[in-house]
């Protein structure tokens, strides 16, 4: 669900697009909704809602505005492998989510413009990762921001009811919790792979830095002590370390890991605060009590204030190629203002000055800070990732991390600090 912060070249040509860079556009939507017709097809990875009937009562609800429009969905498991082949024809429906896979610069290619960033940054976040050339090519429906979700009532039981201020602090309320609990504190979802990529959207917490991101490319030692990443990958590191995650990481499993947190078998995960709804409705399933699950900040402060880094979700864009952007475009519109999409997955809304999900308002009550990373080095950050071929957001180098902690292979932690600071200072020299 959540996407993944640093894009991956792939080889998309404009051949795929519409080869007019995106002027086909439409910039608002018509002023008398019975005048917007026609048929639109919206690709969706959420194929949960598909399946439940959610998406279809969206439809009918859109209906009472624009009635002369027919919507139809199609989910699609393997979002971003599906819909990256779909690009390279003009068949990839008339509204979509960007894939991951696609370079901000080819946005033009593929997309139709919404609007001019001066207009559309007034009404929604996160608007800078799909401007180029002063228009706007995607919408976020949401933002989610970054922590570890928790087991409110085992923590309790441990006798921990403050959030940790440091990362020592952290570690000895894990230590708690497998002293005085049967439960195991933390869950590192170790085989699904994924789950471990979000670490690397913890980037920006211990600083409260907007431009943590952006100033990777400005150093060769982005893991040198002190640093956002060194202070993000060390807790990881310690927590297995100190045996306070489950005994073999390999046997790990995410659908299960909700049953698990919400049936207090498991005290701590690190998500986006997206996964609150999920655990929830997990634990009532599994017969827990919805209301144990919690959220927490990454436990560092800066001035005496928790900083929680937010980040958009997939953005809503229109084809390119659609012969019925007008629709699609009323689509995007009416879904990400008036669905209630957001509040329902207790996710942050990118309307500009909507209300907080009900899961972050103790984040509120805390006067928590929320992050917005800067975009405006991203690309450099993306094309010095790739030459290192660290991979920043994948999961490889954070299992590799786990699997140094607990003992699974050679070397330690200064040891992949150190290969990590040097394999980005040489693709620095070479970049740009």
Known sequence: MVAAGIAMAIGLTACGGGGDGGKAGVAAVPGDPAKVTGTITVLTNRTDQVQDGTTARYAAEFNKVYPGVTVKFQGLTDYEGDVKIRMNSKNYGDVLLIPNAVPLSQYPSFFSPLGPASELSGKYDFTDRATVGGQVYGIANIGTANGFVYNKAVWRRAGVTDWPKTPREFLDAL??????????????????????????????????????????????????????????????????????????????????????????????????????????????????????????????????????????????????????????????????????????????????????????????????????????????????????????????????????????????????????????????????
């Open 175 to 432: 230590k708690a919790i497998k002293d005085r609990t049967d439960a195991t504190p933390y869950y590192t979802n170790y085989h699904d792979g994924w789950p471990l990529t979000n670490w690397g959207n913890a980037l920006g917490s211990p600083s409260c830095d907007p431009a943590a991101g952006d100033r990777l490319a400005e150093t060769d030692e982005p893991w040198a002590p002190g640093q956002d990443l060194n202070v993000v990958d060390t807790l990881l590191h310690d927590i297995v370390k100190e045996k306070l995650s489950e005994d073999d990481p390999n046997t790990t499993n995410w659908e299960n890991s909700k049953n698990l947190i919400g049936t207090g078998k498991v005290a701590t995960m690190w998500l986006g605060s997206w996964a609150v709804a999920q655990m929830r409705e997990a634990a009532k399933k599994a017969g827990g009590d919805p209301d144990d699950i919690g959220f927490m900040p990454f436990p560092t402060q800066v001035d005496g204030t928790f900083c929680s880094v937010v980040r958009p979700d997939y953005l809503y864009a229109v084809n390119v190629n659609s012969q019925a952007k007008e629709a699609a475009r009323a689509w995007i519109e009416w879904f990400v203002n008036s669905s209630g999409d957001a509040r329902a997955g207790l996710s942050i809304s990118s309307v500009k000055g909507a209300p907080l999900p009900s899961s972050l308002e103790p984040f509120q009550e805390a006067k928590v800070k929320f992050v917005h990373m800067g975009f405006a080095k991203n690309a450099l950050v993306n094309d010095i990732d790739k030459a290192s071929e660290v991979g920043l957001n994948a999961q490889d180098y954070r299992q590799r991390i786990v699997d140094v902690a607990r003992g699974a292979a050679e070397g330690d932690l200064g040891t992949i600090f150190a290969d990590l600071n040097k394999r980005w200072a040489d693709a620095r020299s070479t970049v740009g």
